[in-house]
């Protein structure tokens, strides 16, 4: 399995008010597999999301991601290795004000010292090409819309190809077209063997991954397979 929590538990505060953001939570996400997180705000949707990054730790429980139990690794060495292996994108964009688009999306590569400097270039342009932004290359993030940041925001999570892709929102901010262009993308790298997971509130990306994982109360409460999956499953069963 490429993601795998095992009786995770997250909890904030002090013990008289003590907050459960995650209860005991077991899930298992393969290779190539598009989830869409799904639940009510407050749920644990995010935190779930943080455990699997690393950008937060568990306080009982562990989080195996590529097999390595990445809460084990000093801060630097974690930094590193979800540079290369794991792409997010953040509810609120995150890009860097000072530079351009494209230097956004050439930072990931930079910091991880992947690829030449030209290559870097070359390749960020291509992922502003695939989210449609080419002509945004030489623009500022304050020169943007919400939905061109989150696009850019996109590309820059895909910038060291790397084997995941979690994503908080990636719809949020942008009208139904381009949003239908972004889960295309998300169903395109999930086919290609890259394991994709996403929060959303949208039921029209939810309907569109491989499988849904409801949570509530910081509970995993249930995994099943979405609209798409099921149709594609009775087209199988009707053509056998």
Request: hydrophobic residues 40%; positive net charge; charged residues 25%.
């Amino acid at each position: 399995m490429v993601i795998r929590l095992k009786n995770v538990t997250k909890t904030y505060g002090e013990k008289n008010t003590q907050v459960v953001a995650l209860n005991h939570v077991n899930l298992t996400i393969g290779k190539g597999e598009f989830a869409a997180v799904i639940g009510k705000s407050g749920s644990g949707k995010s935190t779930l999301l943080n455990m699997i990054t690393g950008i937060d730790q568990p306080t009982s429980g562990t989080v195996e991601i590529l097999g390595k139990n990445i809460h084990r690794f000093r801060r630097s060495r974690l930094a590193k290795w979800r540079g290369k292996n794991i792409g997010i994108v953040f509810q609120f964009f995150q890009l860097m004000p000072t530079l351009t688009a494209l230097e956004n999306i050439m930072l990931p590569m930079d910091f991880c010292r992947t690829y030449t400097r030209q290559k870097q270039m070359e390749r960020a342009f291509e992922l502003l090409q695939q989210v449609g932004m080419a002509d945004a290359a030489r623009k500022f993030p304050a020169e943007l819309s919400g939905g061109e940041q989150q696009r850019v925001a996109i590309a820059r999570a895909l910038a060291n190809d790397p084997p995941i892709i979690v994503a908080d929102e990636p719809t949020g901010s942008l009208d139904s077209k381009t949003a239908d262009q972004i889960i295309f993308l998300f169903e395109q790298l999930a086919a290609r063997g890259k394991t994709v997971v996403i929060v959303t509130h949208d039921h029209t990306l939810a309907d569109r991954a491989d499988r849904l994982i409801t949570v509530v109360d910081g509970k995993v409460t249930g995994s099943s397979l979405s609209a798409k999956r099921k149709k594609l499953r009775q087209k199988e069963s009707i053509s056998r």
